[in-house]
Structure formats: C-alpha cells, structure tokens
C-alpha cells in the first residue's frame, strides 16, 4: 500500500476559540508545530529535514479532568477534524504537502471511523492520496482500529490503551500488526508512561522497518506542551521536536 502521509511528518494549521462557560481547562482546538531531522548512513542520500504545522478543531470542548493532558481527547472519545502543512527537504528537492482528516466516534455507539487526504506539491509519484481507518472501542480506554487507502487493504490492526496506574499514574500501550501482500508480518509496540498528569516519557520498537525510538512530552502549562522524539533504525538515525498550544 502506497501512502504519501508514510514520506512525510505530521505538519499543520487553524485553531478556534474555546466556547463560553467551559472550564479553566477545557480546550476545543491545538495548535502544532513539528520539525525532523533524518540522517541516512549511506552517502549518496542527502540528509532529510521538514517543518509543519497542524491545526485541530474539536466538535465539543474536552475535558481534562482526571487525565493525563496527552490523553484527554483519546479517553474522551472527541471527534475532530484538522488540517496540515509541511515543507520537506532532501538535498535539492523540496516538496510541499497538504492534508486534511476527520475522525469521528459515532455517538452512543463503539463505533469509529477516520478519513483522510493529503496532496504532495512538486512529487514525482502519486501526488493524493485517500486514507482512512475504521474501529470500535469495546471498552473504555481502548480502540482497535484497522486501516485503508485508495489502493486498498492489506490485512492491519492496531490496539491502543490508556490505563491508570493507582491513584495518579497513567500509561498508554499500542501494537501494531500489518501483513502486506507477499512481504513479511510487521509488528510494532509503544509504550509511554505519565510520571504524572503533564508529563511522559516512552519507547517504541517497529520489527518490519527495524526502528526503535524513545520520546518524552512536558505540559508546563494546561495549554502548552513540548515533545522531543529520537529514533535509530536500519540505514536511518534522527530527531523531531514539538510544540503544541490549546485554545
């Protein structure tokens, strides 16, 4: 399965205001901006950088309230759309990509479901693509989701879960199961740990692109927060940072 979105990183753009009488707290829209860097170990590759930003709406303002503030929209089931840009860069050639989604949890139901565009500027292969997932949530905390584009479905799942640890400790868990057409089973597996509501640090390990990568996000503020990502694979090394704002 051919996926532009999989070249690039999440980027973005928009935010909205936080509606009347919601509390301190609560927020209805997120600002992100993201940058990478990766290294290839072979010579003849340019090293690789890119900047983005994404912007995201939330139909319903989410609560933070006895969460952790990464989590808050996963555990409140909040449906939302966004929109994305980033300028990527390797060597000489530079390519701008713009993308939009919606992911929706139907009401009163397990049931989830995500769409997805992206269009690659001055890309020599297939510049749109069309994705998409669909899911259930069984029970509260995890959703199970599989995983589409136009070209198709490979057999994929996902499992996401967010628990709580005693009375204040959090952590999220996820593995990933994808067995394309005539290539090996990939597996991937993440773990983060909430030290306490604002804070996070993790590990994740992909077998099928032999990548393993550790990161850590801070909230110093309700409705401000910075990640850093590091990871080391097969051929590829590099870094990403994040910020992101609420409103």
């Known amino acids: 399965m051919t996926r532009i979105r999989h070249l ?6 928009i935010a909205a205001a936080l509606p009347v009488g ?5 927020y209805q829209a997120q600002l992100d901006l993201d940058y990478r860097h990766v290294d290839f170990d072979q010579p003849l590759i340019p090293n690789g950088d890119a900047l983005g930003a994404t912007g995201t709406y939330y139909f319903s303002p989410v609560s933070t309230n006895d969460r952790p503030l990464a989590e808050a929209a996963f555990l409140g089931r909040s449906s939302f759309v966004d929109a994305s840009a980033v300028r990527s860069e390797l060597g000489d050639e530079k390519i701008d ?3 939009a989604s919606l992911e929706y949890y139907l009401p009163n139901t397990m049931f989830y479901g995500r769409l997805g565009f992206t269009y690659a500027d001055d890309y020599g292969g297939d510049q749109t693509n069309f994705s998409g997932s669909i899911g259930i949530t069984p029970l509260h ?13 490979d057999p994929n ?3 996401k879960y967010v628990g709580k640890i005693a009375d204040r400790h959090f952590y999220a868990a996820s593995v990933s199961v994808t067995d394309p057409d005539e290539g090996d089973v990939d597996i991937g597996v993440a773990f983060d740990y909430y ?4 804070f996070s640090i993790g590990a994740g390990f992909n077998d099928g692109a032999d990548v393993f990568s550790v990161r850590a996000e801070k909230f110093f ?3 401000f927060a910075v990640g850093a990502r590091a990871y080391t694979g097969d051929g590829t090394d590099g870094f990403g940072v994040r910020a992101s704002w609420r409103f």
């Open 22 to 26: 919601a509390q301190a707290e609560d």
């Open 221 to 223: 503020k309700p409705d």
């Open 141 to 153: 905390g995890l959703l199970v989701t599989t995983d589409f584009d136009e070209d198709g479905w």
């Open 195 to 198: 030290l306490d509501r604002t």
């Open 97 to 99: 990509i713009f993308g």
């Open 157 to 159: 799942a996902t499992a």
């Open 8 to 13: 690039t990183l999440p980027a973005c753009l």
